[in-house]
């Protein structure tokens, strides 16, 4: 008996906000829908502060069920230790590599640039939740925040329904 599961990823919003303006601001975040098939999500971060010699980007998966609840991964990692090394953190790069394609900035530290996320497609992400892990129907939302001295400095809101 062979089981095959067919699921798809939707993005269903997407939300950025700077909560230091001094640090940087986005300067658009959006999600388009191209036709049925074809959505994707976009977003151009300015970045004030720089160079970035230090930055933690905290990622944690939520789901809903009664509002949304962590959902087995938060992970924090010290990003200029994972450019140099991104096996150190097989989770961290589960989830880096869904977009790192679609990213049109300098992944090398220090940060000396502004940080830019191109149309990644939903279809990044159905390959990422049905066909390497699979993941139970439902909401999700993957919440990235940027982290420097302990203090986030922005947060990025994807969320998406797996059907
Ligand atoms: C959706 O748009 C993309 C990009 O323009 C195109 O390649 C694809 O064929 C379109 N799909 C449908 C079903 O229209
Ligand atoms: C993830 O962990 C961090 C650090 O422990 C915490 O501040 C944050 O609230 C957690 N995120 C979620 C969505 O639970
Ligand atoms: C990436 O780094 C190179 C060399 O430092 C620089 O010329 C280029 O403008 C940078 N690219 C972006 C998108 O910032």
């Known amino acids: 008996l062979k089981v095959q599961i067919h699921s798809k990823w939707e993005f269903t919003n997407f939300v950025?906000?700077?909560?230091?303006?001094d640090f940087g601001e986005f300067e658009y975040?959006?999600?388009k829908s191209v036709?049925?098939?074809?959505?994707?999500i976009s977003g151009k971060y300015k970045l004030y502060r720089r160079p970035l010699t230090k930055l933690t980007v905290n990622t944690a998966l939520l789901k809903r069920f009664n509002g949304y609840k962590p959902f087995l991964y938060n992970i924090s990692v010290d990003i200029c230790?994972?450019?140099?090394?991104?096996k150190s953190n097989m989770v961290m790069k589960f989830f880096f590599e869904s977009y790192t394609a679609f990213a049109k900035h300098n992944?090398?530290?220090?940060i000396n640039n502004d940080i830019?996320?191109?149309k990644l497609p939903?279809?990044?992400?159905?390959?990422?939740?049905?066909?390497?892990?699979?993941f139970p129907e439902g909401d999700y939302l993957i919440e990235t925040r940027w982290v420097l001295d302990g203090t986030s400095r922005a947060i990025v809101k994807s969320y998406g329904t797996l059907s």
């Open 16 to 21: 950025c906000e700077s909560l230091d303006k």
């Open 29 to 31: 975040c959006f999600i």
């Open 35 to 40: 036709n049925r098939s074809y959505k994707y």
């Open 81 to 86: 230790k994972f450019y140099k090394n991104p």
């Open 107 to 110: 992944r090398t530290c220090p």
């Open 116 to 118: 830019v996320l191109d």
């Open 122 to 134: 939903a279809s990044v992400m159905n390959h990422r939740f049905t066909d390497i892990l699979p």
